[in-house]
C-alpha cells in the first residue's frame, strides 16, 4: 500500500468516526409528559396533638375535667369547686362537702353526676368524692410541686356562676393561715372568689400543681401542693367519712 | 505525461483517479450524513415543540386547579372561621345553660330547705296546739271533778290530776321543741 492510499485510508477513517462520535452529544428525543405533575404529599393532621383532649362539643380537657359541688346542708346551701382524679373519683376541699345532709355534683355541661360517698382528709383541707357515673376528663397530677414564678391556671365556678378559667403566677410557699393544712401552701396571684374552693391549679403543661382553698384580702389564692395532695392520696387511712350535718 | 526522476522512466501512476474515488465516496458519506443529521435534529425539534406545548397545557391545567384550590380554601377557611365561631357560642350557651340549670338547682334545694323548715314548724306547731288542747281540757274537767270533789274518790282525783299535768308537761315540751325549731 502507498503512503497516499494509506493516508486516504486513515482520512476516511476520521471522517467516518467523527460523526459516530457526535451520536453522542447529540440531543435526545424528550420524554413522555406526566399527565399529573402535582406531587404526592402524605397529610399530616394539625390537630392531632392534644385531639384527644377535646370532646365532641369542642371543651377542652381543662373545662370537661371541672365540676361544681351543691352541699345541700341543714338549713343552708353552699356551692364549691373540684376536679376529676380518676373516672369516678373527684378532688375538692374538705370545707366543701362538710357538713352536708346530700351532695350534688354536676359538669361543666351541666350534666348532673350522682355522687355515692364523701370522704375528707384530716390533715389537709382536702377531700374525695366517689361518683357513680364516669366524670368527662381527668387530669394528670405534676409529679413536683411549681417553682416561684412559674403560670397557674385556675378552673372552677366562683360564687356559685359560670365555670371560669383565671391565670396567674405563683409567688411563693407559706404556711397555712387558716391551719387547715399541714406543711407549707402555695400563693397564687390568681384570682378566685368564695365558690372556687377545691378549683384544680394547673401548670404550663396542664397536670394539676395544687387545689385551691382559700384566698386573703390582697386578693391572692392559697393552694394545697400538688405533693401533699400526693401524700393524701397514697395514705388511704389519712381519709375519713366526711361529717354530715344531721351528726 | 511521462516523469522523469533521476534520469529514469517510470511508468506513470494513477493517484488522482484514486483520490477522486474516495473524495467522491467520503462526500457521497458525509451528504448522507449530513442529511440524516438534519432530518434527525428536525424530529427532535418537533419532538421537543411538541414537548413543551404539553408541559405549558399542564402547567395552565395545573395553574387552573391550583387557583381554584386557592379559592377553595379560602372558603374552606371562611366558613370554618365560621363554624368556629358558631361553637364557641355554643359553647358559652352551653356554659350559661349549665350555669342557669345550677343556679335553678341551687334555688330548689334552699326552697326545699325552706319547705322542710316550714313543715316541721308547723308539724311542731300542730303538736302545740294539740297538746295544749288536750291540757286545756283536763284542766277544765279537773276543776270541775274538783268543785264536785265529794263526789268523787281522792286517789282518783289526785291520779287524774297527776295525768293532766302530765297533758300540760308535753305541751310545753312541744312547745319547746316549737321554739327549737324556730331559732334554727
Known amino acids: ?247 | 505525461m511521462p516523469a522523469w526522476v533521476h534520469g529514469a522512466t517510470v511508468v506513470p501512476e494513477r493517484p488522482h483517479r484514486t483520490a477522486l474515488v474516495v473524495l467522491s465516496v467520503v462526500l457521497a458519506v458525509v451528504v448522507a450524513a449530513a442529511g440524516g443529521l438534519t432530518w434527525y435534529l428536525l424530529h427532535v425539534n418537533a419532538a421537543w415543540q411538541e414537548h413543551s406545548q404539553q408541559w405549558q397545557a399542564l402547567a395552565q391545567r395545573e395553574g387552573a386547579d391550583l387557583a381554584q384550590a386557592r379559592s377553595d380554601l379560602e372558603a374552606t377557611r371562611t366558613e370554618l372561621q365560621g363554624v368556629t365561631d358558631q361553637l364557641t357560642t355554643a359553647q358559652n350557651r352551653i356554659t350559661q345553660l349549665a350555669d342557669e340549670k345550677a343556679q335553678l338547682g341551687d334555688q330548689t334545694a334552699a326552697q326545699q330547705q325552706l319547705a322542710d323548715y316550714q313543715a316541721r314548724i308547723s308539724t311542731a306547731a300542730g303538736q302545740v296546739a294539740t297538746a295544749l288542747a288536750t291540757c286545756i281540757d283536763g284542766q277544765e274537767q279537773l276543776i270541775g271533778y274538783i268543785e264536785n270533789s265529794a263526789q268523787y274518790d281522792a286517789q282518783s282525783l289526785a291520779t287524774y290530776r297527776q295525768d293532766v299535768e302530765n297533758y300540760c308537761g308535753n305541751a310545753r315540751d312541744a312547745n319547746a321543741s316549737l321554739q327549737a325549731e324556730l331559732k334554727k
Open chain 1, 1 to 247: 500500500m502507498t503512503l497516499r492510499a494509506r493516508w486516504a485510508g486513515g482520512a476516511l477513517g476520521v471522517l467516518l468516526a467523527v460523526p459516530l462520535a457526535a451520536c453522542g452529544v447529540l440531543p435526545s428525543m424528550p420524554p413522555p409528559v406526566p399527565t399529573d405533575a402535582v406531587p404526592t404529599v402524605r397529610a399530616t393532621p394539625t390537630i392531632s396533638a392534644g385531639s384527644d383532649q377535646l370532646s365532641p362539643d369542642g371543651f377542652d380537657a381543662v373545662r370537661r375535667m371541672a365540676v361544681r359541688i351543691r352541699n345541700v346542708g341543714c338549713g343552708e346551701v353552699s356551692t364549691g369547686s373540684g376536679f376529676a382524679l380518676t373516672a369516678t373519683t373527684l378532688v375538692t376541699n374538705r370545707h366543701v362537702v362538710a357538713d352536708s345532709s346530700r351532695l350534688q355534683v354536676s359538669t361543666y355541661d351541666g350534666h348532673d353526676v350522682d355522687v355515692t360517698a364523701a370522704s375528707t382528709a384530716e390533715l389537709a383541707d382536702l377531700a374525695l368524692v366517689r361518683t357513680k357515673e364516669n366524670l368527662p376528663s381527668a387530669p394528670q397530677l405534676a409529679a413536683t410541686d411549681p417553682r416561684q414564678g412559674d403560670p397557674v391556671t385556675v378552673v372552677g365556678y366562683p360564687l356559685g356562676g359560670e365555670l371560669t378559667v383565671t391565670n396567674g403566677h405563683v409567688i411563693g410557699s407559706t404556711t397555712d393561715p387558716l391551719n387547715s393544712t399541714l406543711g407549707q401552701v402555695l400563693v397564687t396571684d390568681a384570682r378566685v372568689e368564695p365558690g372556687s374552693s377545691g378549683s384544680a391549679a394547673l401548670g404550663a403543661d396542664g397536670k394539676v400543681i395544687g387545689v385551691v382553698y382559700a384566698k386573703n384580702a390582697e386578693g391572692y389564692s392559697f393552694l394545697v401542693p400538688v405533693s401533699t395532695l400526693r401524700a393524701m392520696l397514697g395514705d388511704e387511712t389519712g381519709f375519713e367519712p366526711a361529717p354530715t350535718c344531721a351528726g
